[in-house]
């Protein structure tokens, strides 16, 4: 009774191992992407800041 505790307990031990590890990679691929649109938005943003004001200086006042 005692060992097959023991033998449950062990491969249950190892899944959670391995699913750690799953979620480990999975958070550092979400955090990639993440930076990625981070970044994307950051240089959206400043064209089109820079689209507005070469629209602004070209308006006749």
């Known amino acids: 009774m005692f060992q097959a505790l023991c033998e449950e307990l062990t491969r249950k031990a190892a899944s959670?191992?391995?699913?750690?590890?799953?979620?480990?990679?999975?958070?550092?691929?979400?955090?990639?992407?993440?930076?990625s649109l981070e970044t994307t938005n950051k240089n959206l943003k400043t064209q089109i800041a820079k689209s507005i004001n070469t629209e602004v200086e070209k308006t006749p006042v």
Do not use: I, S
């Open 16 to 35: 959670l191992v391995v699913e750690n590890e799953n979620l480990k990679r999975e958070k550092e691929l979400a955090l990639k992407e993440y930076e």
